[in-house]
């Protein structure tokens, strides 16, 4: 069997940071990811937040740590999904598609997906208009009518980009109110094609082939209106992929987020998580790359020092 000091699962924005940090603290270490090195920030088409790159193409900036993991010696295997684990022993078992691995420590920054709307019609016409990428799948309806569906920053951060793009862009939210930065409110006030309908939900998603309209209702007056639309973007927020740490033992919050103490420390022993899947409450770049730094240094510390806490 491979035998590794850290297996790192998931190699996003955490995974990479914790990669490079593993391998520079003397961890033979290995990264695996079911897609792609790079993580989810590659689906943002700028970035302007990251210190260091006042603007930069999500792609590129996922590029750039993927190339720097391995640049120090990390072992990265893409398109090699974990599916089973044993994590309750001192020896962790990371079973693959493709092998089986033995390590003394395991990294979870597994990230997040998109949440569904559950509404009819929308896992029929997924990829036939529905989308939960704006910045994926908007230079698809240039000229368009579209219609967003969210309140929080990235329904805001994706009805500003297909703003520029479409040529009506309709966003639906369930309350009266957004729950975004101040800064996004005020641009999208700003913008002449957007159209903000509160207190409305989704019914119906309909078309042929591809998107054609929505039935909508007003949860207030329970009024119903038909609307025209070519796209549907679902913008109401990630569930974290934790399914395969809860399977082994590992405790999540009641919302799924696995569970992390100020170490990033899991409540297994050499069990740590990172970024978007842990219960530290802010999901961007910056805070994802700390963690992930923290969970390799951690795993460094549990590894190599008697004396790590227990
Ligand atoms: C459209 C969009 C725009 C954004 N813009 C910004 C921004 O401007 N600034 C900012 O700071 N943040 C932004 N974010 C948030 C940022 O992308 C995330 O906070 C960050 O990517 C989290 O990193 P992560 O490593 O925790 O997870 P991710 O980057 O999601 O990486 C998780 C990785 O784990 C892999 N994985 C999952 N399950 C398995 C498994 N079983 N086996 C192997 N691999 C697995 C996935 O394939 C993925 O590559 C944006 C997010 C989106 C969706």
Known sequence: MDTW???IIGAGSAGLSAGIYAVRSGLKTLVLDEKFAGGTIADASLVVNYPGFAEINGGELAEKMASHCRKVGAIIHDLEPATELELMGETKIVKTSAATYEAKAVIFSTGSHYRELGAK???EFRGKGVSYCGVCDGPFFKGKRVLIVGGGNTACTTTLYLSGLASEVIVIHRKQKFRAEES????ISTKNNVKIMWNTEIQEIKGDKQVKSVSLIDNMTNKTTELAVDAVFVQVGEAPNSQLAKAAGVETDEHG????DGNQQTNLMGVFAAGDVSNQPIKQVGTA???GITAALEAYSYIKRPYYRK
């Open 184 to 187: 996004l409110i005020s641009d």
């Open 289 to 291: 790359v700390g963690q």
């Open 121 to 123: 019609g929308e896992k």
């Open 5 to 7: 000091d850290a297996v």
């Open 257 to 260: 987020y696995i569970k992390v």
